[in-house]
């Protein structure tokens, strides 16, 4: 068979379909629509509308940043309470925990053992609080045996310990509300650590000298010295927050997180209480 010459004519179908082309801006007549070597191309960044482009004006970001402003100090107060009760009872688990200890050791070596509190104490508030436990070599009571406390027979038990952000003062006196907190035992402000007097006979550990301490006996006993040497039904260190050197909680009226540690004198039992 033989094909037809060709006419150089387009078909209807031909016609009709460029007819439905859409019709070019003036200027682009002679580029295909569809050809890949077109010349046409979108408009640029730099050549698009500014307005649909544009960024945030100084107005809107000092908006912005005065509403994140004004969240952080509404917020910041509740993180440093939080801080503050976490602190403090850290800190008070602490020193059961080192009370423990010195009545544990004490009772196991047959011999008598002191934990030393130094720092933040009373009307000195500085934020930081030291603490050490020591005991007797050779068993003997040695401030009653040698009127001191000498280094040399001394042993160090464990390392030294600092606590942060608390100080040991006053919880003030039980109110018996019915709180726990309110309902503990009234301990005399000779046998609180934050008030009772410097020992006569304190002991140095690391550079650091320790006036307060309580002292636990081979039998567990508590003794803590309150103008003179007794053992008393209970004995108490008080423990409150502190910004730096600023207290964080106060006790009349009481507010803030405050916590309470009693040591009972007859058998050396350390219990904490929270307002």
Same mark, same amino acid.
């Given at each position: 068979?033989?094909?037809?010459?060709?006419? /150089?004519? $387009?078909?209807?179908?031909?016609?009709?379909?460029? @007819?439905?082309?859409?019709?070019?801006?003036? +200027?682009? &007549? *002679?580029?295909?629509?569809?050809?890949?070597?077109?010349?046409?191309?979108?408009?640029?960044?730099?050549?698009?509308?500014?307005?649909?482009?544009?960024?945030?004006?100084?107005?809107?970001?000092?908006?912005?940043?005065?509403?994140?402003?004004?969240?952080?100090?509404?917020?910041?107060?509740?993180?440093?309470?939080?801080?503050?009760?976490?602190?403090?009872?850290?800190?008070?688990?602490?020193?059961? /925990?080192? $009370?423990?200890?010195?009545?544990?050791?004490?009772? @196991?070596?047959?011999?008598?053992?002191?934990? +030393?509190? &130094? *720092?933040?104490?009373?009307?000195?508030?500085?934020?930081?609080?030291?603490m050490a436990i020591v005991a007797s070599k050779d068993g003997t009571n040695l401030w009653s045996a040698n009127n001191a406390l000498p280094a040399a027979?001394?042993?160090?038990?464990?390392?030294?310990?600092?606590?942060?952000?608390?100080?040991?003062?006053?919880?003030?006196?039980?109110?018996?509300?019915?709180?726990?907190?309110?309902?503990?035992?009234?301990?005399?402000?000779?046998?609180?650590?934050?008030?009772? @007097?410097?020992?006569?006979?304190?002991?140095?550990?690391?550079?650091?000298?320790?006036?307060?301490?309580?002292?636990?006996?081979?039998?567990?006993?508590?003794?803590?010295?309150?103008?003179?040497?007794?053992?008393?039904?209970?004995?108490?260190?008080?423990?409150?927050?502190?910004?730096?050197?600023?207290?964080?909680?106060?006790?009349?009226?009481?507010?803030?997180?405050?916590?309470?540690?009693?040591?009972?004198?007859?058998?050396?039992?350390?219990?904490?209480?929270?307002?």
């Open positions: 068979m033989f094909a037809l010459p060709r006419t /150089g004519r $387009l078909g209807v179908n031909a016609l009709r379909g460029r @007819a439905a082309l859409p019709a070019l801006p003036e +200027g682009l &007549a *002679g580029y295909s629509w569809f050809s890949p070597s077109s010349k046409v191309r979108p408009p640029s960044r730099a050549e698009r509308d500014p307005e649909s482009i544009r960024g945030f004006t100084l107005l809107e970001i000092l908006i912005v940043v005065g509403i994140i402003g004004l969240l952080l100090v509404l917020i910041a107060p509740a993180f440093t309470t939080t801080k503050g009760g976490t602190d403090v009872t850290s800190a008070a688990y602490t020193i059961q /925990g080192a $009370l423990d200890t010195a009545r544990t050791y004490a009772k @196991a070596n047959n011999t008598y053992a002191w934990v +030393g509190f &130094a *720092g933040s104490i009373g009307a000195t508030t500085t934020g930081q609080v030291q027979s001394l042993v160090q038990v464990g390392k030294m310990i600092t606590l942060n952000n608390v100080h040991i003062g006053d919880t003030g006196l039980p109110q018996n509300d019915g709180t726990e907190f309110e309902s503990r035992a009234s301990v005399d402000s000779d046998h609180r650590i934050s008030s009772s @007097a410097n020992t006569p006979y304190p002991f140095t550990v690391q550079q650091t000298t320790f006036d307060k301490w309580i002292q636990f006996s081979p039998r567990g006993d508590t003794l803590i010295h309150g103008g003179s040497f007794s053992i008393v039904r209970y004995a108490e260190v008080g423990l409150l927050p502190t910004h730096g050197t600023t207290l964080a909680a106060t006790i009349n009226p009481a507010s803030g997180n405050i916590v309470a540690i009693q040591v009972s004198g007859f058998g050396g039992n350390a219990r904490i209480y929270r307002r």
